[in-house]
């Protein structure tokens, strides 16, 4: 744990113990059995124990905490100066039957970086913010970063209160039961001038470190999203008794709609698009009776915005002629858009500084997955850190990266951060 590193100047080190600690202890907060993953869906109680326990680690080590009106958990340890803030942080809920790391593994990343500045009295600056996200995961509402909207200003009441999950409970409501105040959304608003930067580190949540045998990934670009659902109605009727060409089946026409939209995403001209569709209903969903109804529920990501919405339309377009041929009626309906983001070069030039500083490999790389510093780059300069994942997988009960891997990765945000902070300390240029 205290091992120097050759070439490594005297820093803190942090400790792949407590980190395991700090882990563990959210991952024990979980909506299903352990060994079907971690189920801790945004504005739930299990989130907001999360959020609890995230507040109690910092307020224990005496830094000042505060909840948003949305629900994000902010902490502030105060610096030697009046000036902008320099944050660290990511979100605590999970997709149904997920991992113990996505999100989580940046919420513990800040809390050990605060560890480290506290037992080491490192002095600084600028006042630093540790800030844990509510509702990242776009697996209630199909809206990710509902939380990290709110900071970047992107929300208003009122379209908080027009998405809903599929209990009809609305965001706005859902903020409302988790004890914020969604009607002042616009007060959780971060304001440019009190935000220096805003640094994150994550999982890569894809296999390219591992592959590589490379520590640390440099983010330039987090891809867009467009989603949507497409309401696919037929005509219901017997199974023996209807013969196969008097059919409208609502499942057989997605069926097809599922192929085209992946055979779109495959296509030579769209690299790099990804296109999934990761959730269907069915109804009425018997043996017996031809499927009426069918909701599909589309995922396009790219890191092209213009690309990014012309394969959302081609694939409605190709969608209404499979439709149309086999008689069911094509219903789409936009449930969020968010465009890809170019982080700034010059906050990754500090990352990669500290990287080659602690002797640590890297690598720049895209960003597939959307994530709370894609909308908090709208208010402050964001970078973020991967750290590697077995297997490239995520969202999945099998998500790992080890102690020792987000060690690195936390040595490394915390002397970005600390390098941040000493911009302009000469009055040559400032943050
Ligand atoms: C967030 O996890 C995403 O779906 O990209
Ligand atoms: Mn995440
Ligand atoms: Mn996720």
Redesign the pocket.
């Given at each position: 744990m205290n091992e120097r590193r050759r070439g490594a100047t005297e820093k803190p080190v942090a400790d792949p113990a407590r980190i395991t600690e700090l882990i563990a202890s959210i991952a024990a907060i979980n909506d299903t059995p352990a060994d079907q993953g971690i189920t801790r869906i945004g504005f739930t109680p299990s989130e907001k124990r999360a959020h609890k326990q995230f507040s109690d680690w910092l307020c224990d080590i005496g830094l000042t905490v505060r909840s948003d009106e949305v629900g994000n958990t902010i902490a502030e340890k105060v610096g030697l100066q009046s000036l902008p803030a320099i944050g660290t942080g990511s979100h605590l809920d999970s997709v149904p039957g997920g991992g113990r790391f996505?999100g989580i593994a940046g919420v513990v990343a800040a809390v050990h970086v605060a560890e480290l500045l506290v037992r080491h009295e490192i002095p600084h600056r600028h006042p630093l913010r540790f800030v844990a996200f509510v509702c990242?995961?776009?697996a209630r509402f199909g809206q990710?970063c509902v939380g990290s909207k709110a900071a970047g200003g992107h929300w208003s009441y009122e379209a908080l209160q027009g998405i809903r999950d599929s209990n009809g409970i609305s965001i706005a409501d859902a903020i409302q039961r988790s004890g914020g105040c969604p009607s002042d959304v616009v007060r959780a608003i971060w304001q440019k001038s009190d935000w220096a930067a805003f640094l994150e580190l994550h999982v890569e949540q894809g296999g390219q470190l591992e592959e590589s045998g490379v520590d640390i990934g440099l983010v330039d670009l987090i891809s867009g999203s467009t989603r949507f659902e497409l309401v696919l109605e037929g005509v219901a009727s017997h199974t023996g008794s209807t013969p196969m060409h008097l059919r409208a089946d609502a499942l057989t026409a997605a069926a097809q709609v599922i192929l085209l939209a992946e055979g779109i995403a495959n296509d030579g001209r769209h690299r790099g698009t990804r296109v999934t569709v990761g959730k269907v209903d069915v109804h009425p969903g018997s043996i017996t009776t031809i499927p009426g109804r069918v909701s599909l529920w589309v995922d396009v990501r790219d890191i092209d915005s213009g690309r990014q919405r012309l394969i959302a339309d081609e694939i409605v377009r190709q969608a209404r002629a499979v439709c149309d041929a086999r008689r069911v009626a094509l219903t789409p309906r936009l449930l969020s858009d968010a465009s890809p983001v170019v982080l700034p070069a010059w906050l990754r030039d500090v990352t990669t500084t500290a990287a080659d500083q602690r002797g640590r490999s890297y690598r720049v790389m895209y960003s597939g997955?959307?994530h709370d510093s894609q909308m908090v780059a709208a208010v402050a300069p964001a970078a973020m850190i991967f750290v590697p994942s077995r297997g490239g997988l995520s969202?999945v009960p099998e998500e790992w990266t080890s102690a020792n891997e987000i060690a690195r990765g936390v040595e490394v945000l915390l002397d970005s951060i600390m390098a941040l902070d000493k911009l302009g300390e000469s009055g040559d240029c400032s943050v």
């Amino acid at each position: 744990m205290n091992e120097r590193r050759r070439g490594a100047t005297e820093k803190p080190v942090a400790d792949p113990a407590r980190i395991t600690e700090l882990i563990a202890s959210i991952a024990a907060i979980n909506d299903t059995p352990a060994d079907q993953g971690i189920t801790r869906i945004g504005f739930t109680p299990s989130e907001k124990r999360a959020h609890k326990q995230f507040s109690d680690w910092l307020c224990d080590i005496g830094l000042t905490v505060r909840s948003d009106e949305v629900g994000n958990t902010i902490a502030e340890k105060v610096g030697l100066q009046s000036l902008p803030a320099i944050g660290t942080g990511s979100h605590l809920d999970s997709v149904p039957g997920g991992g113990r790391f996505d999100g989580i593994a940046g919420v513990v990343a800040a809390v050990h970086v605060a560890e480290l500045l506290v037992r080491h009295e490192i002095p600084h600056r600028h006042p630093l913010r540790f800030v844990a996200f509510v509702c990242e995961e776009g697996a209630r509402f199909g809206q990710a970063c509902v939380g990290s909207k709110a900071a970047g200003g992107h929300w208003s009441y009122e379209a908080l209160q027009g998405i809903r999950d599929s209990n009809g409970i609305s965001i706005a409501d859902a903020i409302q039961r988790s004890g914020g105040c969604p009607s002042d959304v616009v007060r959780a608003i971060w304001q440019k001038s009190d935000w220096a930067a805003f640094l994150e580190l994550h999982v890569e949540q894809g296999g390219q470190l591992e592959e590589s045998g490379v520590d640390i990934g440099l983010v330039d670009l987090i891809s867009g999203s467009t989603r949507f659902e497409l309401v696919l109605e037929g005509v219901a009727s017997h199974t023996g008794s209807t013969p196969m060409h008097l059919r409208a089946d609502a499942l057989t026409a997605a069926a097809q709609v599922i192929l085209l939209a992946e055979g779109i995403a495959n296509d030579g001209r769209h690299r790099g698009t990804r296109v999934t569709v990761g959730k269907v209903d069915v109804h009425p969903g018997s043996i017996t009776t031809i499927p009426g109804r069918v909701s599909l529920w589309v995922d396009v990501r790219d890191i092209d915005s213009g690309r990014q919405r012309l394969i959302a339309d081609e694939i409605v377009r190709q969608a209404r002629a499979v439709c149309d041929a086999r008689r069911v009626a094509l219903t789409p309906r936009l449930l969020s858009d968010a465009s890809p983001v170019v982080l700034p070069a010059w906050l990754r030039d500090v990352t990669t500084t500290a990287a080659d500083q602690r002797g640590r490999s890297y690598r720049v790389m895209y960003s597939g997955a959307s994530h709370d510093s894609q909308m908090v780059a709208a208010v402050a300069p964001a970078a973020m850190i991967f750290v590697p994942s077995r297997g490239g997988l995520s969202h999945v009960p099998e998500e790992w990266t080890s102690a020792n891997e987000i060690a690195r990765g936390v040595e490394v945000l915390l002397d970005s951060i600390m390098a941040l902070d000493k911009l302009g300390e000469s009055g040559d240029c400032s943050v």
